[in-house]
C-alpha cells in the first residue's frame, strides 16, 4: 500500500518550528536521559487506487503526481529495558493521516442542502482512513526495523490524528481496531497513552484584549485579583545565576503537588538540564525552543510554579504545581496569563496546555483541572492516543506487565493513599 524510503540523518539542523516533540532540540534532550536517539529521513507514497469512493472523485488524487505522500525529519527515540533483554522504540507526534480531510465548513454546508459543495470530490475525514492508517503504521514500523537494535518488540507511535470531539475519537479508534483484526495486522491501541491526547490550546494570534476576553470572566477576575493582592512572578532562564536556588522551590513545590494529586514527577536534574540545555544552546546561536521557569511569590511565600517552552510554532505547559498555602490569591491564574503573554510575545501562535480530561465530566477525579484549564477560552483538540505496531511474540507479555503496573499505580495505590 505504500512505498517507504529511510535514510539516517548524521547532521541536521537545529529548528524550533512543528512539535516540540519532534525538533532535535527535544530528541537530544531525551537522548541524555535514557534513550538513544535517531533523526531520520522518512518518505513514503501511497501506492494503491481507493475502492471505497467513488472512482470519478479520486481521478486527481489517484493520478501518479498527486498521490498522497510525505517527507519529514523524525525523531525516534529507543530504550531498553529489563536490564537490555528489550528494547522499545518511539516516536512522538508522527504520522499524521495520509489523506487531507476535509473541512468540516464544507461538509456543514453540503449537509445543509449547498451539494455542489461535493461536485469536484468525495468528503473526507479521518474515520474513512481507518484502513490506510493501520496498514500505514504497520509498514512505517517494519521499514525502521532495519534501524532499531534487534532486541525491539514493538515501535510505539502517539500519531499527529486530531479530532474536534471524543465521540469521533473514539469511532476512529474502534475502526482501527477492527481494521487490525479483519486485515490481521499487528496494530494496537495502548491501553496507557504517552501524551496527553486531550489538551486545550488558546490562539495567542489574537491581541492580548481579544485573549483576555475569550476567557470566561471569573478566570479574567482571578488574573486582576492575584495581581490586586501583590502577587509577583519571577522568571527564571537556565542562564540565571539563581537558577540552583529557583529550581530548589521549585521541586518542593512539586514534590507537595505529587503527593496532594497522586502523580510522578522526575529527579530535580531532568528539570535542571532541560533548562540549562535550551539556554546553552541559545548562547551558542542555535535556533532552539526557550524553556522558562515561573514562579509566583506572595511577600515571603512561594505559592506556584510552572515551566513552559517557547518555539515559532507554539507555547507548552510543560510541568506545574502549587502550594497548599494562600489559594485564595489565585496565583495559578497569574503564572498562565504571565507565560501566555511572553509566549505572544515571542511569536508563538498558541499556547498549549497540554493535558485535562476529555470531557465536561463532574464525576472525573481531574474535573477540576478540566476547568481551570478551559476557562482560559481555548479551543480543545482530541488526538487518537498512542499506537503500538508489534515486532516481537514477546510484546504481549510486555505490555501485559506495562498494564498491570499501571492499574496497580493508578488504581490501587492512590484508593490505598485515599485519593
Avoid at 512543528?18 to 532535535?24: I, N, R, V
Avoid at 481496531?177 to 496494530?187: F, G, N, P, Q, T
Avoid at 517552552?309 to 506545574?320: D, F, P, R
Avoid at 476557562?375 to 498512542?386: E, P, S, V
Wanted: with cysteine.
Amino acid at each position: 500500500m505504500y512505498e517507504i524510503r529511510i535514510e539516517k540523518l548524521q547532521e541536521f539542523s537545529h529548528t524550533n518550528e512543528g512539535s516540540f516533540l519532534q525538533t532535535p532540540f527535544w530528541g537530544e534532550f531525551k537522548a541524555s536521559h535514557g534513550w538513544s536517539l535517531s533523526r531520520l529521513l522518512i518518505k513514503w507514497v501511497f501506492t494503491e487506487e481507493r475502492d471505497d469512493h467513488d472512482d470519478s472523485c479520486h481521478n486527481s488524487v489517484n493520478s501518479i503526481k498527486e498521490k498522497p505522500h510525505n517527507k519529514s525529519e523524525v525523531n525516534v527515540l529507543v530504550r531498553s529495558f529489563a536490564k537490555g533483554a528489550f528494547s522499545l522504540a518511539y516516536v512522538p507526534l508522527y504520522p499524521s493521516l495520509p489523506f487531507k480531510c476535509t473541512c468540516l465548513e464544507k461538509i456543514n454546508s453540503a449537509l445543509e442542502g449547498e451539494g455542489e459543495a461535493f461536485l469536484d470530490e468525495s468528503p473526507e475525514d479521518a474515520e474513512t482512513q481507518s484502513i490506510e492508517f493501520a496498514n500505514l503504521l504497520q509498514e512505517l514500523a517494519f521499514a525502521l526495523k532495519p534501524y532499531l537494535p534487534k532486541n525491539t518488540i514493538c515501535v510505539r507511535f502517539d500519531p499527529d490524528v486530531v479530532f474536534e470531539d471524543p465521540k469521533s475519537r473514539d469511532y476512529f479508534n474502534y475502526g482501527m481496531h477492527l481494521i487490525s483484526y479483519a486485515d490481521r495486522l499487528k496494530v494496537y491501541k495502548n491501553k496507557v497513552d504517552i501524551q496527553p491526547p486531550d489538551s486545550t490550546q488558546i490562539d495567542l494570534t489574537a491581541s492580548e484584549e481579544e485573549i483576555l476576553s475569550r476567557m470566561k470572566n471569573k478566570w479574567r477576575y482571578n488574573i486582576g485579583l492575584s495581581e490586586r493582592k501583590g502577587v509577583v512572578i519571577e522568571k527564571v532562564l537556565g542562564s540565571d545565576e539563581n537558577l540552583s536556588e529557583k529550581l530548589d522551590i521549585f521541586y518542593e513545590l512539586y514534590k507537595i503537588t505529587a503527593e496532594r494529586d497522586g502523580i510522578a514527577i522526575h529527579g530535580k536534574k531532568y528539570y535542571e538540564s532541560l533548562l540549562k540545555k535550551s539556554s546553552e544552546e541559545l548562547s551558542c546561536g542555535k535556533d532552539v525552543p526557550v524553556i522558562s521557569l515561573y514562579l509566583a511569590k506572595h511577600e515571603e511565600d512561594y505559592l506556584g510554579a510552572i515551566i513552559t517552552l517557547n518555539s515559532k510554532t507554539e507555547s507548552i505547559y510543560l510541568y506545574g504545581c502549587s502550594s497548599n498555602l494562600k489559594r485564595n490569591l489565585m496565583p495559578n491564574f497569574l503564572l498562565q496569563w504571565t507565560a501566555m503573554k511572553d509566549a505572544k510575545a515571542y511569536g508563538s501562535a498558541y499556547y498549549d496546555m497540554y493535558g485535562m480530561p476529555p470531557t465536561n465530566d463532574e464525576n472525573h477525579p481531574m474535573h477540576g483541572l478540566y476547568l481551570f484549564k478551559t476557562g482560559f477560552g481555548g479551543k480543545n483538540i482530541h488526538r487518537c492516543g498512542t499506537y503500538d505496531v508489534q515486532l516481537k511474540a514477546v510484546y504481549k507479555l510486555a505490555t501485559a506487565g506495562e498494564n498491570l503496573r499501571a492499574f496497580w499505580h493508578k488504581k490501587v495505590m492512590k484508593k490505598i493513599r485515599g485519593r
